[in-house]
DNA sequence: CTCCGCTAAGTAAACGTTTTCGTAAAATTA
DNA sequence: TAATTTTACGAAAACGTTTACTTAGCGGAG
């Protein structure tokens, strides 16, 4: 392998002015930067990271806690989409990034453990599992963090508009005529409180009662739960007409139940989705869904990150939202 | 930061001896490792991973090249499902992952560059653009590497059964009564190739003729392209009674092209996908296509790269074929 | 002619480990 | 008892950088 001290010996200077040289220091002469630049490149010289980490406490290396989405992994479509969007700014930014697991050389490593062990300069999380003590843990550490859809006092936070995202859905949908309008939701995270919030304060805004038995807790991404909330829904002796979804995929378990009883989307009953993935759009109905831009909460998320880390005491937090877009497709029907 | 120095002053005794009682080496005492152990708990003790880096030249980290796939990037389910699987198990094997790119702290790096950089123990290759001279050279070096659907000589891999997948593919539409079946395929890849050779292979094993137009160069994962496609093999004199298209997305381009011109699936003309991602068995009709075994793909790989960099010199690279499996929806007409 | 300040370089310590080699004491053997 | 092996530990070098501090040389100011 060569070295700082290979091509000092081959440019007759110390190691010292070679690393100078290589760095931009200001005290080494013209000509000798010039002259071990080029012997480096000739050598085929590349520094030596661990080197570098362990003298200077900077790795230009970003810790990405990325959770289990339930089962589905990073096959959700959302949390792919935001995965690229931060390692793509965070390249451009010149860090690496590399996953937080709680096991690593065989010991059991806490995420923050982890997180040391690794001298990450910075963390970025992405999850819904807020309540996980070691990803709180992890968090609350002195190690700069930035979170996705969940804010903890006094760090950046990127946060997709799901209190707007439901309003507008409930709106566009009263805006068709509906008056009679259940939601099913997903399990209780942050993000789900947010949404029911706003789901029930919308309603209200417009005058939309929200009868008992309207707004069903379920799980996100589980179409077979869908169906049966679905059932329970269609069930009622007075059905809604629209029924909103916790995602685009539990809208497919919806679909399938009303078929089941012979009804169609939209004529007999109307449906949205949520996060609007690109699949939405090539269905026949075309699901009215909100795209959540999630390429661009993980670009910005690697933004927040990114000053957290270079302004150091100085840096002061940021709370990002993103807004949505609603995709008006062809589930929900226009009563007169 | 504890350090094992300071740990070392706790205990009465030397660094060395700190190092090799938690290193588990045999030559220190039952009793001194039990007060070195309980110390290092006690001090909240983590090792520095730079300090060992640089020291032993293993990192217990693996880069992972993960080359966007067209506009999709990490967004296609199949290589985000490899992608987990590849992290779960290489996770459990001890390894930490992190990306390769091509840029680090604003200098341009080379991949090959940047994994040195990092002195990753090894290399995995996710792509399909294995032409690219850059990819070559990573996986020509002397990093161990494993690559992911292509093949590099005295290198591991994991390969699609994309030959077993076409072979049975047509195998079975033609047990459905088709005889005229028409290709619609990807851009020219390794894996493009092996389909394309399977198909007119197996149309020739089962005396199936391959009419001039019936196989069409296209493009993956878009479904316009997809669209257009069809409609050309839809104005044929002669049409095809079933296409084969290059994944599951590509055929929803298909479905509205032949719906745009009053034809349905599988009644008018029946229709294949490739991958079997989640939502093709929440279409109705439910897509009839082969489901790759992403999850298990990626896993492999984690474990082959392990092996080769534990068994350096003495690895023998493997050539792992994981089969896929027919998903037999409704998307195929029986023909008498 | 002396002193000062500047530039361009070098010296050496330090970052936190691991590991080779050495050695003293204890245990074993003859 | 003397010789030998074993056991438990330490000293110190090394991994490849960075950086604070020195220093040699030189030009210019007083």
């Given at each position: 392998?060569?070295?700082?001290?290979?091509?000092?010996?081959?440019c007759?200077?110390?190691?010292?002015?070679?690393?100078?040289?290589?760095n931009?220091?200001?005290?080494?002469?013209?000509?000798?930067?010039?002259?071990?630049?080029?012997?480096?490149?000739?050598?085929?010289?590349?520094?030596?990271?661990?080197?570098?980490?362990?003298k200077?406490?900077?790795?230009?290396?970003?810790?990405?806690?990325?959770?289990?989405?339930?089962?589905?992994?990073?096959?959700?479509?959302?949390?792919?989409?935001?995965?690229?969007?931060?390692?793509?700014?965070?390249?451009?930014?010149?860090?690496?990034?590399?996953?937080?697991?709680s096991?690593?050389e065989?010991?059991?490593?806490?995420?923050?453990?982890?997180?040391?062990?690794?001298?990450?300069?910075?963390?970025?999380?992405?999850t819904v599992?807020?309540?996980?003590?070691?990803?709180?843990?992890?968090?609350e550490?002195?190690?700069?963090?930035?979170?996705?859809?969940?804010?903890?006092?006094?760090?950046?936070?990127v946060m997709?508009?799901?209190?707007?995202?439901?309003?507008?859905?409930?709106?566009?949908?009263?805006?068709?005529?509906?008056?009679?309008?259940?939601?099913i939701?997903?399990?209780?995270?942050?993000?789900?409180?947010?949404?029911?919030?706003?789901f029930?304060?919308?309603c209200?805004?417009?005058?939309?009662?929200?009868?008992?038995?309207?707004v069903?807790?379920?799980?996100?991404?589980?179409?077979?739960?869908?169906a049966?909330?679905?059932?329970?829904?269609l069930?009622m002796?007075?059905?809604?007409?629209?029924?909103?979804?916790?995602?685009?995929?539990?809208?497919?378990?919806?679909l399938?139940?009303?078929?089941?009883?012979?009804?169609?989307?939209?004529?007999?009953?109307?449906?949205?989705?949520?996060?609007?993935?690109?699949?939405?759009?090539?269905?026949?109905?075309?699901l009215?869904?909100?795209?959540?831009?999630?390429?661009?909460?993980?670009?910005?998320?690697?933004?927040?990150?990114?000053?957290?880390?270079?302004?150091?005491?100085?840096?002061?937090?940021?709370?990002?939202?993103?807004?949505?877009?609603?995709?008006?497709?062809?589930?929900?029907k226009?009563?007169?």
């Amino acid at each position: 392998m060569v070295t700082i001290k290979a091509i000092a010996a081959r440019c007759g200077c110390s190691p010292a002015t070679v690393s100078k040289a290589l760095n931009g220091a200001p005290d080494v002469g013209r000509d000798m930067v010039k002259k071990i630049r080029s012997a480096a490149a000739e050598m085929g010289y590349i520094p030596n990271g661990a080197a570098r980490a362990l003298k200077t406490a900077r790795t230009y290396n970003l810790g990405l806690l990325f959770q289990e989405f339930s089962h589905s992994g990073l096959a959700h479509e959302f949390f792919s989409l935001m995965l690229n969007g931060f390692k793509s700014r965070a390249e451009e930014l010149g860090y690496d990034i590399s996953f937080i697991s709680s096991h690593l050389e065989g010991r059991g490593f806490s995420y923050v453990e982890h997180a040391r062990y690794r001298k990450f300069d910075g963390v970025a999380v992405i999850t819904v599992n807020y309540d996980d003590p070691a990803v709180r843990e992890l968090a609350e550490s002195d190690i700069p963090t930035v979170t996705v859809d969940y804010e903890f006092p006094g760090r950046g936070c990127v946060m997709s508009d799901n209190d707007q995202g439901v309003a507008d859905l409930v709106q566009y949908v009263h805006s068709m005529g509906h008056r009679r309008i259940a939601f099913i939701h997903g399990e209780q995270t942050a993000v789900t409180r947010t949404r029911l919030a706003a789901f029930f304060r919308t309603c209200g805004q417009l005058g939309v009662p929200v009868p008992k038995g309207y707004v069903i807790e379920g799980v996100y991404h589980d179409p077979d739960f869908a169906a049966v909330a679905t059932e329970r829904l269609l069930n009622m002796p007075e059905p809604p007409t629209c029924i909103l979804y916790p995602d685009d995929i539990s809208y497919m378990g919806g679909l399938e139940a009303a078929e089941r009883r012979g009804l169609s989307i939209p004529e007999d009953v109307s449906a949205v989705g949520y996060d609007g993935i690109a699949m939405s759009q090539f269905l026949r109905p075309s699901l009215t869904t909100m795209r959540q831009n999630a390429p661009l909460m993980g670009a910005r998320a690697a933004e927040e990150l990114s000053r957290a880390v270079t302004e150091g005491r100085a840096y002061s937090p940021e709370r990002i939202v993103i807004p949505g877009v609603l995709l008006a497709g062809e589930t929900v029907k226009r009563l007169k």
